[in-house]
């Protein structure tokens, strides 16, 4: 096995030899990949173990065609170099080459790299060392890579071109960096338990903890922040068959994009697991408020304040950034008409079930809550029922999501699935 070492010898010769050796002086074998694109200034006396050549061959492309791309059309050169940094990964990962990667670089080779890195299974280590990762204006497109895969970020502060006193600091921190992370790796303890993915937030935390309480003794409950990215990166592991199950307390992501709220995760939410025969447990949690700070929208007359009347509403001001308005009974239909429409599609139908806290989705629509409206909760739980297949069971529970009854209806979901066959 070996620590893949990527970087552009035309650009970084420099730090990517202090890094190489660095990492071969701790005992370990290295695998430099060269990504030069042609621009850099620098004749290297350094060879890569895997050369650009080999890259873009793997992408279907070629050196000449890549240089021909440079001047006018630099991104698709870019995208084909990434394509074939990817595929060289996957294959050292496949056959269980590779046992952690380090890139350095700055813009292009940060795209080139996270690009490649997003394609590698959770859990092997990678670090991205950049001198461009800070940057307020790229800052949505990185979080779009690092925030669905495990990739450690080193911001450089400094440029890393050249040998001087700061590079070689950063290389030989980045080299026992990923050093330490290939070590302490292999000795993780392995989980024989069943793995469940779990949706949560702050407005259903506390029953969170009792169902985390009840079946943490069986099973291993790995929970993700229902604010949007959180909710696409539960997704990705459910989907990849990281999991055995998945309780999605919080799958407000849905509904906020069908508002236009600021936790929206896409229209894709809930086909989390679609095709897979393994339990789905939701609660409404989120579907009844509208994430729409900070407060100074109001100010401003903001396209979702005005459109849907917020000012109008009750409100639930945690700061001045975070902001939840009351959905209304309208609304709510909505959202229960989509969710059944999306659970509908659900290959295996009886592995899904729906939990409905009657006295409250979220602690905010609680009777003492700031969002109490159980018109408009009772919205939604009709347009469900009405329009969702009958082999989706429905369990509504009197009690508020809170609650420690609330968490043992979640438990008798879990056990009702697993009565009709699924094993856990």
Not at 7 to 17: I, V
Not at 63 to 92: D, P, S, Y
Not at 149 to 155: E, F, G, P, Y
Not at 207 to 221: T, W
Request: glycine content about 8%.
């Amino acid at each position: 096995m070996a620590v893949v070492i990527i970087g552009m010898l035309d650009e970084r010769e420099g730090a990517l030899k202090i890094i190489k050796d660095q990492i071969e002086s701790k005992g370990h074998r290295t695998i430099l990949i060269d990504i030069s694109m042609g621009v850099g200034g620098i004749a290297s006396s350094l060879r890569g173990d895997v050369c650009r050549e080999e890259i873009l061959r793997l992408a279907g492309g070629s050196v000449e065609e890549a240089e021909g791309m440079l001047i006018t059309e630099r991104n698709k050169a870019a995208a084909l170099m990434a394509e074939g940094l990817k595929r060289k990964l996957l294959g050292l990962c496949g056959c269980g080459e590779l046992e952690g990667v380090i890139a350095i670089a700055g813009m292009t080779g940060t795209f080139l790299s996270l690009t490649a890195m997003n394609a590698l299974p959770f859990g092997v280590p990678k670090l991205m060392v950049s001198s461009v990762v800070a940057m307020p204006a790229y800052a949505s497109w990185l979080a779009e890579h690092v925030w669905l895969r495990d990739i450690t970020v080193m911001n450089t502060v400094v440029d890393t071109v050249g040998t001087n006193r700061l590079v070689s600091a950063l290389a030989l921190n980045g080299a026992n960096a990923i050093v330490g992370m290939v070590e302490t790796g292999r000795n993780y303890p392995e989980e024989t338990r069943p793995s469940f993915a779990m949706t949560e937030f702050a407005f259903c935390d506390t029953g969170a903890q009792y169902v985390r309480e009840i079946l943490e003794k069986d099973y291993e409950l790995v929970s993700f922040h229902s604010q949007g990215l959180g909710d696409r990166a539960a997704i990705d592991f459910v989907d990849q068959g990281f999991f055995d199950g998945f309780i999605d307390l919080a799958p407000a992501g849905f509904s906020e994009y069908l508002l236009g709220g600021n936790r929206a995760s896409g229209p894709n939410r809930l086909d989390v697991a679609m095709d897979l025969p393994i339990p789905y447990i939701l609660s409404p949690c989120g579907f009844d408020m509208i994430s729409c700070g900070p407060i100074q929208r109001k100010a401003e007359k903001d396209e979702l304040w005005v459109s849907r009347r917020l000012s109008e509403r009750k409100i639930f001001m945690q700061d001045a950034v975070r902001v939840q308005a009351r959905t209304t009974a309208e609304e709510m239909q909505q959202i229960g008409l989509a969710v059944a429409e999306r659970l509908n599609r659900h290959t295996y139908k009886e592995m899904v079930k729906f939990v409905i806290p009657k006295k409250g989705f979220s602690s905010l629509s609680v009777a003492d809550g700031a969002l109490y409206d159980p018109q408009s909760d009772e919205a939604f739980v009709l347009a469900l029922k009405e329009n969702l297949d009958p082999d989706i069971e429905v369990l509504e529970v009197d009690t508020d999501i809170n609650s420690r009854e609330f968490a043992a209806a979640v438990v008798d979901a879990l056990t009702r699935i697993k009565g009709k066959g699924q094993q856990a």
